[in-house]
Every structure is written in structure tokens, then in C-alpha cells.
């Protein structure tokens, strides 16, 4: 029976760093079309169970592209999980050839999700992803203008305005025609846009960023997207329960439909005032209406049922 191995890569801008278990392999690759093709290479020739690897800001698309489509079994690992596996086997320092070892080490042992390709969902994250871009730069755009006084330099900021909102509403024709285009992708945007508070914007996301709705338990999506909250006690010290980690682009959009669904969705309303009435902090409340948003979604995806008034 052939030795199974497995494999961990450490993702940069121009490089890719490689272990392979149990072989003990370190090398490097560039990363673009020719160092995606040598790994392969390399690869091919071992019967290598799980390749493993963090998100890193987008730089990790092609080579997973290029290794799903040599027929490979990769996983995405999150990057909270795998600091603390590293805490619990003592790994305190880091640099790109430990973190690579070690990624190989967690898919070894640990559970992974193995990554399915799925083409128009990588088209619309990026677009997605350039759309957040384009709005942050308009929101530093209206920031600086509010403190030009030269009537020339204001004049400027203002057409950089213009070109950007319309930059993003050419963005925001693309994702429509993309999903309309698609009846799985487009099934899930009348579904997620059926709950009142989940907009365009809203839908687009969740979509794009975050394809694991529907397929995961309501606590597994929670901690997915950064609202389940963790435990900090020690001994006779309570500290509060506090969310972190987790997909931020979500969670960011997710927020801003929150607020807006308080007020709005008679559903959502009436469970921030109860909150509210129960003497909860605002920030608290906002969180539950983020995770009873994202649970109920979840769920309406995975029974492929609209919005009720009783989901939430």
C-alpha cells in the first residue's frame, strides 16, 4: 500500500513555501502559472491525501485552481484554528517554512473541509471583493473632501466621487446579470433576499464570501462568520463573552443590515426591543441581531424555504 502524504503550503504575494509529510520536503515556488505547474509536478508522483493552506487575501485562488484542477484534494484551514493547534503543540515562533510544516501537520490530524471549485462563485468574489475596495476608497474620498478648502482640489475629490459611484453601480449590474445567469446562484438570491433587511449588497455576499450557507449547523456558521460568543474565565476571574475572528467582508455587511433591519423587519424589531428591554448593551444587541440573521438564513438555505415571520 502506497505511504500517504500530506502537504502544507505557506501563501505569500510571489511565493509559495512547501512541506511535505512525511517525506520531509521543503521547497519553494513562485507564485503564478509556472511555479503552480512544478508543484504539480512535484506532487503528482506522491499519493498525497489533503493539501492544505490559510486564505490570504485572495493570493491563494490560483494555485488552489491549478491543484483542484489536477485533481488533488485541497483544504482551506482557518487561521484561528491553526494558531491554537500550534499553541497546543508548543509552536511559538513563525516563519514562512514552520507555518507550512505545521499546516501539513493539521491536515494530517485534524478534520478539514475539503474544497469544491465552484467557478462563477470565484468570479463573484472578486468582483464582490472589488466592490468593498471601490467603497472604501469613496469613503475616504467624502472623508478628505470634508477638509479641502482649495476650490480646485475639491472639484477634483468630487469627480474622484462620481467616477467610483460609478464604478461601483457598473459593479453592482455586473453581479445581478452573474447571478440572474445562474439558477443555483440565483435560486439563493430569492431565497436570502426573501427575509426582510437582506438587500443586494446583503445577498451578493453572503453568496460570494460565504458558500458554506446552508451546509453547516447554526453554531458552525455563527463561529464561521465572527458571532459566536467565546468564554474568558480563569479560575475565579469572569471575564465577558466576546465574539472575534471570522470572516470580517461578511460580518462588516452583515452589520449594516442589522441596523437597518431593527428598525424595519417587524420580526427583527421586536427582538431588539427585547433585548433592549432586558437592560442588554446596544453592541450586545446589535450582535444577537447579526447571529439570529445569519442563523435564520442559514437555515432557510438549507430547507430551501423562503422567509416566515416565524424564522426569526
Same mark, same amino acid.
Given at each position: 500500500?502506497?505511504?500517504?502524504?500530506?502537504?502544507?503550503?505557506?501563501?505569500?504575494?510571489?511565493?509559495?513555501? +512547501?512541506?511535505?509529510?512525511?517525506?520531509?520536503?521543503?521547497?519553494?515556488?513562485?507564485?503564478?502559472?509556472?511555479?503552480?505547474?512544478?508543484?504539480?509536478?512535484?506532487?503528482?508522483?506522491?499519493?498525497?491525501?489533503?493539501?492544505?493552506?490559510?486564505?490570504?487575501?485572495?493570493?491563494?485562488?490560483?494555485?488552489?485552481?491549478?491543484?483542484?484542477?489536477?485533481?488533488?484534494?485541497?483544504?482551506?484551514?482557518?487561521?484561528?484554528?491553526?494558531?491554537?493547534? &500550534?499553541?497546543?503543540?508548543?509552536?511559538?515562533?513563525?516563519? !514562512?517554512?514552520?507555518?507550512?510544516?505545521?499546516?501539513?501537520?493539521? #491536515? &494530517?490530524?485534524?478534520?478539514?473541509?475539503?474544497?469544491?471549485? !465552484?467557478?462563477?462563485?470565484?468570479?463573484?468574489?472578486?468582483? #464582490?471583493?472589488?466592490?468593498?475596495?471601490?467603497?472604501?476608497?469613496?469613503?475616504?474620498?467624502?472623508?478628505?473632501?470634508?477638509?479641502?478648502?482649495?476650490?480646485?482640489?475639491?472639484? /477634483?475629490?468630487?469627480?474622484?466621487?462620481?467616477?467610483?459611484?460609478? !464604478?461601483?453601480?457598473?459593479? !453592482?449590474?455586473?453581479?445581478?446579470?452573474?447571478?440572474?445567469?445562474?439558477?443555483?446562484?440565483?435560486?439563493?438570491?430569492?431565497? /436570502?433576499?426573501?427575509?426582510?433587511?437582506? *438587500?443586494?449588497? /446583503?445577498?451578493?455576499?453572503?453568496?460570494?464570501?460565504?458558500?458554506?450557507?446552508?451546509?453547516?449547523?447554526?453554531?458552525?456558521?455563527?463561529?464561521?462568520? *465572527? /458571532?459566536?460568543?467565546?468564554?474568558?474565565?480563569?479560575?475565579?476571574?469572569? *471575564?465577558?463573552?466576546?465574539?472575534? *475572528?471570522?470572516?470580517?467582508? +461578511?460580518?462588516?455587511?452583515?452589520?449594516?443590515?442589522?441596523?437597518?433591519?431593527?428598525?424595519?423587519?417587524?420580526?427583527?424589531?421586536?427582538?431588539?426591543?427585547?433585548?433592549?428591554?432586558?437592560?442588554?448593551?446596544?453592541?450586545?444587541?446589535? #450582535?444577537?441581531?447579526?447571529?439570529?440573521?445569519?442563523?435564520?438564513?442559514?437555515?432557510?438555505?438549507?430547507?430551501?424555504?423562503?422567509?416566515?415571520?416565524?424564522?426569526?
Amino acid at each position: 500500500m502506497a505511504m500517504l502524504s500530506f502537504c502544507g503550503i505557506d501563501v505569500s504575494k510571489d511565493r509559495l513555501d +512547501v512541506v511535505v509529510l512525511p517525506e520531509g520536503w521543503f521547497f519553494s515556488v513562485s507564485n503564478d502559472t509556472a511555479g503552480w505547474a512544478e508543484l504539480v509536478a512535484r506532487l503528482r508522483p506522491l499519493t498525497v491525501s489533503a493539501i492544505g493552506l490559510e486564505p490570504s487575501g485572495g493570493y491563494e485562488r490560483g494555485i488552489i485552481r491549478a491543484l483542484l484542477a489536477a485533481g488533488l484534494s485541497v483544504r482551506r484551514i482557518n487561521p484561528n484554528k491553526l494558531r491554537q493547534f &500550534a499553541r497546543a503543540r508548543g509552536v511559538l515562533a513563525k516563519n !514562512d517554512r514552520l507555518d507550512a510544516r505545521l499546516i501539513a501537520e493539521y #491536515v &494530517a490530524i485534524m478534520p478539514t473541509r475539503v474544497v469544491q471549485r !465552484d467557478a462563477a462563485v470565484e468570479r463573484l468574489a472578486e468582483i #464582490v471583493t472589488m466592490r468593498r475596495q471601490l467603497c472604501d476608497e469613496h469613503v475616504a474620498a467624502e472623508n478628505q473632501a470634508a477638509h479641502l478648502e482649495d476650490a480646485m482640489l475639491r472639484r /477634483l475629490s468630487k469627480r474622484r466621487q462620481m467616477r467610483l459611484e460609478a !464604478d461601483i453601480r457598473l459593479l !453592482d449590474k455586473r453581479l445581478a446579470e452573474m447571478v440572474a445567469a445562474n439558477v443555483a446562484l440565483a435560486q439563493r438570491y430569492e431565497l /436570502l433576499t426573501s427575509m426582510p433587511g437582506v *438587500g443586494p449588497v /446583503l445577498a451578493f455576499t453572503l453568496i460570494a464570501l460565504l458558500p458554506e450557507l446552508g451546509k453547516m449547523s447554526r453554531k458552525q456558521i455563527a463561529a464561521l462568520v *465572527g /458571532l459566536a460568543p467565546y468564554d474568558f474565565d480563569s479560575g475565579k476571574l469572569k *471575564g465577558h463573552r466576546s465574539i472575534y *475572528g471570522g470572516r470580517m467582508p +461578511v460580518r462588516n455587511v452583515l452589520y449594516m443590515a442589522a441596523l437597518s433591519a431593527s428598525r424595519y423587519s417587524p420580526a427583527l424589531k421586536t427582538f431588539h426591543k427585547r433585548l433592549a428591554a432586558a437592560d442588554k448593551k446596544s453592541k450586545v444587541i446589535i #450582535v444577537a441581531v447579526m447571529r439570529k440573521m445569519i442563523t435564520t438564513l442559514n437555515a432557510m438555505l438549507r430547507d430551501s424555504a423562503a422567509w416566515q415571520p416565524r424564522s426569526a
